[in-house]
């Protein structure tokens, strides 16, 4: 089976090796980020409530995330397995995990951090289909538009310099512990996420065969 967690820093292309597997596979993509943008989006009560903190780069509280994470682990699509980006992201949250499911791989990405920083800042989103670029290494054809429909790409909220410092610092603070404790539990497979997103997801099949 392959329930996977993706646990790294921001912008260590967790999302783009998420979806490429995820279709490999034939599982969901779970990323509580993305699920989290969608209710910010949908200006639901959660998300209304979880728009401060994400603006700021802080962790959305426990209680929310799981609020909008767990109907998704029970959905049938789940069962045989899934790709879980961004979850979890403390030990509450590992633990809370763990009592849910057995996990078969924790993929640990590796890069140097000026290089994440280079990545968040270059990155632009669209609106309407979410579809990610990247100024760098992954432009759209037509300056400023997305491929898919045209509409005007915009900058993550978060991904300005004052949030991006305060999610590093949260990173190390909050979620890099998670390390050790799947490390000890012998799921935690290190890939080196540094280098083209092709010769990524072939190392990736490999560290998960
Ligand atoms: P989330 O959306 O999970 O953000 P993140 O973990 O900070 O990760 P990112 O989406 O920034 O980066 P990524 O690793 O997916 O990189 P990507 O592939 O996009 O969370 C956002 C916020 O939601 C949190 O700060 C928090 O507030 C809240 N939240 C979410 N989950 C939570 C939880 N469990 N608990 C509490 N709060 C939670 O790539 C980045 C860029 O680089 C893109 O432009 C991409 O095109 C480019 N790129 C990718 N790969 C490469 C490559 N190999 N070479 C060059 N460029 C590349």
Redesign the pocket.
């Given at each position: 089976m392959y329930r996977i967690v993706f646990l790294?820093p921001?912008?260590?292309?967790?999302?783009?090796?998420a979806a490429t597997l995820a279709r490999a596979l034939g599982v969901p993509h779970l990323?509580?980020?993305?699920l989290?943008r969608g209710a910010v989006a949908a200006a639901t009560p959660l998300g209304r409530e979880a728009d401060g903190?994400?603006r700021a780069?802080?962790?959305?509280p426990?209680d929310l995330?799981l609020g909008i994470l767990g109907e998704r682990l029970d959905a049938p699509d789940a069962r045989s397995g899934f790709i879980l980006?961004?979850?979890?992201?403390n030990l509450a949250?590992a633990e809370i995990l763990e009592r849910r499911v057995v996990l078969d791989h924790v993929v640990s990405?590796e890069i140097p951090s000026a290089e994440l920083v280079r990545?968040?800042s270059?990155?632009r989103i669209c609106p309407t289909c979410q579809a990610?670029?990247?100024l760098?290494?992954?432009p759209p054809r037509v300056p400023g538009r997305c491929d898919r429909d045209g509409s005007e790409l915009l900058q993550r909220p978060?991904d300005r310099p004052e949030a991006v410092e305060v999610?590093l610092r949260v990173y190390a603070e909050q979620t890099a512990p998670l390390l050790d404790f799947y490390r000890r539990r012998g799921l935690l497979r290190p890939l080196d996420a540094s280098?083209?997103?092709e010769a990524?997801a072939e190392r990736l099949r490999r560290l998960i065969a």
């Open positions: 790294g921001p912008g260590a292309g967790k999302g783009t090796q990323s509580t980020g993305d989290l903190y994400m780069g802080r962790l959305v426990d995330v980006d961004g979850f979890p992201r949250q990405f990545r968040l270059a990155r990610v670029y990247n760098d290494s992954k978060d999610r280098g083209a997103p990524i």
